[in-house]
């Protein structure tokens, strides 16, 4: 009977997820690893990558009023309970949490590195910045580099994809190709 209940006790205990230290937190805290940017976000969901969890800590009424495509809703008051935290946990999984900006996007990372899930990360700059570079991207100088104009080519076509909006420019940059037909040359005379 004693085998039995002490049995049961590990049996029914639930798995929590392993804390990580203070000092640990604190090193973390100062990586720019933590960060990813809005044009890899895009990048991720315009390839429907599997992999890719978005979550939106703002609360329910700016979550309804605009999100990023297939993200979720957790207030960041709601992201420690338990029926939220199951979606941190999740093997495999990249957890991106995001608001208008930094703040409350830092804060729930903060959570959860505390409570010990890995693989999170912040979008640099919130729906702010994906607001000024994915949905309305600025043309760079000319002055700048191949890898400015690169982006820029990017967030043209991001911003299409996740707006549907015409390119400022579609009519004059559509080019009229006139087609000529070859003309017939006599074969040559002789050999190969």
């Known amino acids: 009977m004693l085998l039995l209940a002490f049995g049961t006790i590990f049996i029914g205990r639930k798995k929590e997820p392993k804390q990580i230290d203070a ?62 935290l199951s979606y941190l946990g999740i093997p495999g999984t990249k957890v991106v949490f995001f608001s208008n900006d930094d703040i409350k996007a830092d804060q729930a990372w903060v959570l959860a590195k505390r409570l010990g899930f890995s693989r999170t990360y912040v979008m640099k700059g919130g729906l702010n910045c994906w607001m000024q570079t994915i949905i309305d991207p600025t043309e760079p100088s000319e002055v700048e ?44 005379a002789g050999g190969c």
Do not use: C, W
């Not at 044009?39 to 979550?55: F, G, R």
């Open 23 to 84: 000092q640990q937190l604190l090193s973390e805290i100062v990586q720019p690893t933590r960060y990813v940017t809005t044009d890899q976000v895009a990048k991720l969901i315009i390839a429907k990558d599997p992999s890719l969890m978005l979550i939106d800590v703002r609360n329910e009424s700016d979550y309804n009023s605009y999100t990023l495509p297939g993200a979720i809703d957790i207030p960041l008051d709601s992201l420690v309970s338990k029926s939220y």
């Open 145 to 188: 580099g191949a890898s400015a104009h690169e982006n820029y080519t990017f967030r043209k076509g991001a911003q299409l994809y996740f707006t549907g909006a015409e390119t400022e420019n579609a009519e004059t940059s559509k080019v009229k190709v006139e087609v000529r037909r070859r003309e017939k040359s006599s074969a040559a």
